[in-house]
């Protein structure tokens, strides 16, 4: 097992960047792809970047491609999520996940997964 927790979370301004940060303890963490999730509210939570084990593929929503970068460091234990040009529709909580289930990226089926850090874009 893994355990994540997120950290990096506030209240921005449109426009501004952020920068996510989840560390996990555990198991080794080379062995686990990884991604950020953002549910906001009545919304359903959505993938917006994954990771490969060792970080030589990502993925990205379209919401965030061109705006937000996934980085690994498997000696640190950590995941960021760099977010620049923040929207108020990028308002959510932000949770970080991982699998060790070998799947496509895109794919939203993670088993771990963190307590989630609010990321809120004001105009």
């Known amino acids: 097992q893994v355990q994540l927790v997120e950290s990096g979370g506030g209240l921005v301004q449109a426009g501004d960047s952020l920068r996510l940060s989840c560390t996990a303890s555990?198991?080794?963490?080379?062995?686990?792809?990884m991604g950020w999730f953002r549910q906001a509210p009545g919304k359903e939570r959505d993938l917006v970047a994954a990771?490969?084990?060792?970080?030589?593929?990502?993925w990205y929503s379209d919401s965030a491609k061109g705006r937000f970068t996934i980085s690994k460091d498997n000696v640190k234990n950590t995941v960021y999520l760099q977010m620049n040009s923040l929207k108020p529709e990028d308002t959510a909580v932000y949770y970080c996940?991982?699998?060790?289930?070998?799947?496509?990226?895109?794919?939203?089926?993670?088993?771990?997964w963190g307590q989630g850090t609010q990321v809120t874009v004001s105009t």
């Open positions: 990771i490969s084990r060792f970080g030589g593929s990502t």
């Open positions: 996940a991982a699998t060790s289930r070998g799947r496509s990226l895109g794919n939203p089926d993670y088993e771990y």
């Open positions: 555990g198991r080794a963490f080379s062995g686990y792809a």
